[in-house]
């Protein structure tokens, strides 16, 4: 708590009279949002004290803090990992730190395997439920009363009110085409998954596969933060679909669904 207590102060005295309402979590290869955001303050994660440092590429490693669509937002660009070597509350630190500044709501995006047979590379997913397959969480541990219950409750991980924004701002967009809602499961990597990983995970009832965000999930149920979260879908591990890949492919399938994520994103600010 004193670690996350000093990362907000040190963060509080530049921001002064700057209220964030919403934060949002950029996945790997989908930083083009940054652009559309007036921007007030930028940060290293380097100069934030206690903040871990993103290393993966794509990830440029700042918390920028501005307007967009009329709200005030902090955005991550660029998340941390548990396969980076970082413990899970570590991972999650960012995203305590932006509720301890005031955020209302919590909007996450990542790039994830599709693995329902009717997903297309760049399509989006609304997340609507987890398997978090994680080895660890960022509950494990001494509990702080301060961020939330010993057990947090877990029936409603991703806020239906959100959703329901969500797909109405896709129809207005004419994004119907490309929204799919799913099942996201959470697995530590690096490494993608294998042909029978795949089948199990597909068995067991994910709809999308992926690295990241269910232990930001976790942490922003537990301090009571609505979460609305978009899957970008970058490579296709259904039967007859499934092919080898590697990052570059999956940036470039993520750059085409940047606008479309960006537009989603700007919209349900617009209708919050």
């Known amino acids: 708590m004193q670690q996350l207590r000093e990362a907000a ?28 955001v007036e921007m007030k303050h930028s940060f290293s994660y380097a100069d934030i004290p206690h903040f871990p440092v993103s290393t993966v590429e794509s990830h440029a490693g700042k918390l920028l803090a501005g307007t967009l669509a009329g709200k005030r937002v902090l955005v991550m ?5 548990y396969y980076e070597g970082y413990t899970m509350q570590q991972v999650v630190f960012p995203v305590r730190v932006m509720k301890l500044l005031g955020i209302e709501k919590l909007f996450v995006s990542n790039a994830a395997g599709g693995l329902a ?45 959100l959703l329901r924004l ?9 994004l119907g085409q490309y929204m799919r809602r799913g099942v996201y499961a959470s ?44 899957s970008v879908i970058t490579d296709l591990a259904s039967p007859g679909k499934l092919k080898k890949v590697d990052i570059a492919d999956i940036l470039r399938t993520a750059a085409v669904a940047e606008p479309r994520l960006t537009a989603l994103f700007r919209r349900v600010l617009e209708k919050l």
Request: net charge negative; proline share 8%; glycine share 10%.
């Open 9 to 36: 102060d040190f963060l509080r005295q530049t921001l002064q009279d700057f209220q964030p309402e919403v934060g949002i979590i950029l996945g790997t290869g989908l930083g083009a949002l940054v652009k559309d």
């Open 77 to 81: 660009h660029g998340r941390f990992h």
């Open 117 to 161: 047979p009717d997903f297309e590379y760049s399509d989006l997913m609304l997340i609507e439920d987890h398997l978090n397959l994680q080895p660890t969480n960022p509950l494990i541990g001494k509990n702080y009363d301060e961020l939330g219950p010993r057990f947090p409750d877990m029936m409603e991980p991703y806020d239906l009110g």
């Open 166 to 174: 969500a797909e109405e701002a896709a129809q207005e967009l004419g």
């Open 187 to 230: 697995l530590s990597g690096p490494m993608l998954e294998t042909p029978a990983e795949y089948r199990y995970l597909r068995t067991i009832g994910a709809d999308a596969v992926g690295m990241s965000t269910t232990p930001e999930v976790i942490a922003a149920v537990q301090m009571s933060l609505p979460v609305l979260a978009v």
